[in-house]
């Protein structure tokens, strides 16, 4: 037992010294105890008592947990405490391996040196080497003529090296007398060099960004992060650019618990008088002096009252557009969206509690035009619902619900007003034998609105009858599969009725805020029916956890409407988007320059009033297709198709396909249609050339118009520790700024970052 304790003891302190001496950003996480069980295996162990001495010789081998230690030779004293391994000495930790020729360590005083060491560390394959590693303290070590580099082989791409290194944990490691080589062969003298050794969060400054263009010159990015707290800390930002001037920005961040968390980031810069009476022809609203604050949160309060906060200030509608870099520094929404192909700004405080069958949202809505100076913008300051579920009232076949809402409409110019939505529904849901079922609702929506101006113009009382009945059933059939990934099938159809009615009231005295207002409210009076028939494809798909999860496989719904009366006043569908026809002309063809982004959901398309189902202005609407396939995780495809029957026409479609291979090549590809109004196309692909030269491109293609837009193309090339990549960007004339176009070299160490980068453009 005591003889077990001491080597439990002793490779416990050895396992403390040489983990921490790391010359690499990324230490092994392990912590171990002198607790645990210790197996010792090797040709003769004896103990001297004379010289007390523990000694272990041939072929010795301790494991203790997952680490394995292995030598030709191990000796313990235990009076002076020192403690050496000997010959062929390899230490396995997980993934991680360490070699040497001899360790030696004072259990004591924890000191002690490693001879002719190499270290493999499997997190970001750091390969790390030196004559001698030596312990000076509890969290200091040196490293003499010692090397660093993420490459495999005794001849690596390249190294960095290190005359002499002191290393102090959660500190700071101090190179001197270091060279950055290519082969063996330097190329960059460092006489003295600090570098962050930190393995916790922990102030201090990061490395600078580097970075140069034709337009703005040198460009230097530095970075100050502050460990304020256990659960606050803030980064800021100083950013030097040789045309422009400088920059400078701050980013606090804390976290209450798991779901509680919130963030502000903040940028100000002053740009040169020269620098922006050169560069912005003309202005579209910019002015020298130019920032932006951001703040977004999430706080639960418990399970059921939830609030969160996105509010944004912006000194000018091209910010986004002309300080993206600096913004990305931020991660948050700006990361998932093309930030130069934002239409609006949107700032919002969102709260919500729910009761087991009620609920009240409360929001506050600002937005902000980054197209063009609006001042009829609407803003909903605040908007209150209240609603209930269906319930069922006591001893009958029926069934209650009641929504109701209030809005209060604010904008610079255009008629302003309060809003009070009260609409109670009766419902009777029957089922008959489990194939069909039948729902017919009736209610009565009051609409109470009031005028803020001093006239009084709009005050206004309006009631509606609203009725539906929705007539369904579901035939299924499920296949048994015996395949090895796939175990069921289930294939369903879903043919449903809906029959809508709105009753025709005058509505012309009413106010209308917006040019969808009269759809979403309610408005229109509707007598007629809607008609859909929908086919799923489903599957029990093995998962990699050996569980069956359901997936869709294919979709598709195929639905028209005829109306026996006409919704008078109703917006047509065919190159509707919201506003008025010369709006919509106007705006469409700005917008062209952008389509959305393949990751987004066909945003464009959520404009559609959803209610009127492809209204044309005849009895029978358009019909509208909606098909996904998703047979393969290499394949996915989705589609929106509106036909016009009466001009035997599409009005607008939507296509998106997505394809990759086993190889990760890709391509992403999405069209937009929109009769007399828009068309165009989104393409992003990756194309593999060999294991290690990969081209790529991507671009906006307006057909509308018969012009690219944005275009980017490029090569890749990978080594095993290192990369470079080779670009070219055109970006189309707009908002003030002519024409760009760009090139780039962008070259990589693994392990390391970014290594140098030069951009600039190109007449």
């Known amino acids: ?83 050496k391994a000997v010959g062929n000495v390899t230490l396995t930790e997980g993934e991680d391996i360490l070699r040497c020729e001899r360790l030696d360590i004072n259990m004591d005083t924890r000191v002690g040196t490693i001879s002719q ?181 999430e706080h639960y309060f418990n ?135 039948f729902t017919p609702e009736i209610g009565i929506k009051s609409v109470f609105a009031y005028d803020l101006t001093k006239n009084r113009k709009y005050d206004k009382t309006k009631s509606l009858l609203d009725a539906n009945a929705e007539l369904s059933t579901t035939v299924l059939r499920v296949y048994t599969i015996s395949g090895k990934k796939i175990a069921k099938l289930k294939h369903s159809i879903e043919p449903k009725i809906l029959y809508r009615y709105v009753s025709d009231e005058d509505q012309d005295e009413f106010p209308f805020y917006g040019p969808m207002d009269r759809n979403l409210s309610g408005f229109y009076n509707r007598n007629g029916i809607t008609y859909s028939l929908t086919n799923r494809l489903t599957a029990k798909v093995l998962q990699p956890d050996g569980s069956f999860a359901e997936q869709e496989f294919a979709f598709l719904r195929i639905s028209q409407s005829y109306y026996f009366t006409h919704p008078e006043g109703a917006p047509i569908l065919e190159g509707y988007n919201g506003n008025d026809s010369s709006d919509l002309r106007t705006k469409l063809r700005r917008k062209n320059y952008y389509f959305t982004h393949p990751d987004e959901e066909m945003r464009f398309f959520s404009l559609w009033p959803p209610i009127l189902e492809g209204y044309n202005g005849n009895d029978f609407s358009d019909l509208l297709t909606e098909l996904r396939l998703s047979f393969t995780e290499y394949a996915y495809f989705k589609g929106h198709v509106s036909y016009n029957p009466y001009h035997n026409n599409l009005s607008w479609y939507n296509t998106y396909l997505f394809l990759k291979n086993k190889r990760d090549d890709y391509i992403r590809f999405e069209y937009r249609y929109v009769r007399d109004e828009l068309e165009g196309y989104y393409i992003k692909t990756r194309l593999k050339l060999s294991n290690k030269l990969s081209a790529f491109y991507k671009g906006y293609h307006s057909e509308f118009n018969s012009s690219t837009l944005d275009s980017l193309y490029g090569l890749e090339y990978y080594a095993q520790c290192w990369s470079i990549r080779f670009s070219f960007q055109e970006r189309a004339k707009q908002d003030g700024r002519d024409r760009e176009s760009e090139y780039s070299i962008l070259f990589n160490l693994a392990g390391l970052g970014k290594l140098g980068e030069f951009e600039g453009d190109m007449d």
């Not at 010289?51 to 010795?60: D, K, P, S, T």
């Not at 009252?305 to 944004?312: D, L, N």
């Open 1 to 83: 037992m005591k003889k077990t304790y001491i080597l439990s003891l002793s490779w416990t302190i050895t396992l403390l010294f040489i983990l921490p001496g790391l010359l690499s950003a990324s230490t092994p996480k392990i912590n171990f105890s002198s607790e645990g069980d210790v197996n010792i295996k090797a040709d003769m162990m004896y103990y001297d008592q004379i010289a007390n001495l523990y000694f272990a010789e041939g072929n010795v081998v301790i494991l203790r947990e997952n680490s394995v230690l292995k030598a030709n030779k191990v000796t313990y004293n235990i009076v002076s405490q020192d403690a």
């Open 117 to 297: 060491a190499t270290l493999f560390i499997k997190e970001n394959n750091y390969h790390i080497s030196g004559q001698s590693f030596e312990k000076l303290g509890e969290n200091r070590y040196r490293v003499l003529h010692g090397t660093v580099t993420t490459c495999d082989g005794d001849a690596p791409d390249w190294k960095i090296t290190g005359g002499e290194i002191d290393v102090t944990l959660e500190g700071i490691a101090t190179l001197k007398n270091s060279t950055f080589q290519i082969r063996n062969v330097p190329i960059v003298y460092f006489p003295y060099f600090l570098y962050p050794l930190k393995t916790k969060r922990s102030t201090g400054f990061l490395l600078p960004d580097f970075h140069y263009s034709s337009s703005d010159g040198v460009e230097i990015n530095n970075s100050f992060f502050w460990a304020i707290s256990g659960n606050t800390d803030a980064t800021f930002y100083l950013d030097y650019s040789e045309e422009k001037g400088l920059g400078g920005g701050m980013e606090f961040r804390y976290v209450l618990n798991k779901r509680s968390k919130g963030k502000v980031f903040q940028y100000y810069t002053e740009e040169r008088s020269s620098y922006f009476e050169d560069e912005y022809n003309p202005t579209y609203g910019r002015n020298r002096k130019r920032g932006l604050v951001d703040y977004e949160g």
């Open 303 to 437: 399970d059921t009252s939830y609030a969160k906060a996105h509010m944004i200030w912006l000194s000018d509608r091209k910010i986004y557009k002309d300080y993206g870099t600096e913004i990305r520094r931020s991660k948050s929404e700006w990361d998932m969206v093309h930030i130069r192909s934002k239409e609006k700004s949107e700032s919002f405080i969102f709260y919500t509690k729910n009761w087991s069958q009620y609920s009240l949202t409360s929001e506050l809505n600002y937005f902000k035009d980054l197209l063009e100076r609006d001042r009829t913008t609407l803003q909903r300051l605040p908007k209150i619902t209240f609603s209930g579920q269906r319930q069922n009232l006591t001893g009958t076949p029926l069934y209650f619900k009641v929504d109701s809402s209030y809005d209060y409409f604010s904008r610079h110019h255009g008629v302003e007003g309060q809003r009070i939505d009260l609409f109670p529904k009766i419902s009777w849901p029957s089922n008959f034998n489990n194939y069909v079922k």
